[in-house]
C-alpha cells in the first residue's frame, strides 16, 4: 500500500522569507498524482498545487512551487514570500491515477512570524 | 464554483447514539468521501463512493456506515457512537479519474460524550 510521510510536525518562518515542507511517498507504481493541500485554522481544506508523475517540470502557482524528484519519491513544497496568511496545517497526498482514493500525510503545522 | 457543504459544523452526542452526517456536493462529481482527522495521523479514509447506491471500504470503517441515495448527497453514519469516535469529520468529492482533484467540505467536529 502507498504511504505518505511527512517528517516535519511543525515548522515557523519569518514573513516574507521562505520555506521548505517535506514529504516522502512510497509507491510501486509509475505513474500518478501528487497534491499539496493547505488548511488554515478552522477553514476548508483548499489544493495548493497539483503534480503529474509523469511530468518531468516542477508545478508552480504563484508563490508556491514543488521539488519533485520521482526517483527519490520526493515531494517537497517550497512557500516564497511568507505571508502571515500561510500559517496552515499542510497535507501532502497521493493518488495512483487508476485510484480513486488518495493518502495523505500526517501534515505539518506552518507558522509564519510577523 | 466548487462547493462541499456539511450539515453541521460542531456536534456534541451520547456514548450509544447513532449520528448522521450529511455531506452535499453541487459540482455533480461521481466520487465521495469520507475521512476522519487527527492530530498526528493525518486524514484517514472511513469509506468512498464512486457512483449511486456504490460504495467501498477504506482504511478504518469498523464502526461506520454510509448511504448514498442520490448522486450530490453522501452521508456518514455512526450507528452507536464511542467515545473513540470523537474527531474531526471530512466529507470530500472529485471526478471520476481525471486529475484526482477532492475538494473537502468545512469539516464537522464530532465530541462522543
Known amino acids: 500500500a502507498q504511504t505518505v510521510t511527512q517528517s516535519q510536525p511543525e515548522m515557523s518562518v519569518q514573513e516574507a522569507e521562505t520555506v521548505t515542507l517535506s514529504c516522502t511517498y512510497d509507491t510501486s507504481e509509475s505513474d500518478y498524482y501528487l497534491f499539496w493541500y493547505k488548511q488554515p485554522p478552522s477553514r476548508q481544506m483548499i489544493l495548493v498545487i497539483r503534480q503529474e508523475a509523469y511530468k518531468q517540470q516542477n508545478a508552480t502557482e504563484n508563490r508556491f512551487s514543488v521539488n519533485f524528484q520521482k526517483a527519490a519519491k520526493s515531494f517537497s513544497l517550497k512557500i516564497s514570500d511568507s505571508q502571515l496568511g500561510d500559517a496552515a496545517m499542510y497535507f501532502c497526498?497521493?493518488?495512483?491515477?487508476?485510484?480513486?482514493?488518495?493518502?495523505f500525510g500526517a501534515g505539518t503545522r506552518l507558522t509564519v512570524k510577523p | 464554483d466548487v462547493k462541499v457543504t456539511q450539515s453541521s459544523r460542531y456536534l456534541v452526542k451520547r456514548t450509544g447514539e447513532k449520528v448522521f452526517l450529511e455531506c452535499v456536493q453541487d459540482?455533480?462529481?461521481?466520487?465521495m468521501f469520507w475521512y476522519r482527522q487527527d492530530p498526528g495521523l493525518g486524514l484517514r479514509l472511513i469509506y468512498f463512493s464512486y457512483d449511486v447506491k456504490m460504495k467501498e471500504k477504506g482504511d478504518i470503517p469498523e464502526g461506520y456506515s454510509v448511504s448514498r441515495e442520490k448522486k450530490e448527497r453522501f452521508s456518514l453514519i455512526l450507528e452507536s457512537a464511542s467515545t473513540n469516535q470523537t474527531s474531526m469529520y471530512l466529507c470530500?468529492?472529485?471526478?471520476?479519474?481525471?486529475?484526482?482533484?477532492?475538494?473537502f467540505g468545512p469539516g464537522t467536529r464530532l465530541l462522543v460524550l
Open positions: 470530500a468529492s472529485s471526478l471520476a479519474g481525471g486529475r484526482g482533484t477532492q475538494y
Open positions: 497526498a497521493y493518488r495512483g491515477r487508476n485510484n480513486n482514493d488518495m493518502r
Open positions: 459540482m455533480d462529481h461521481e466520487n
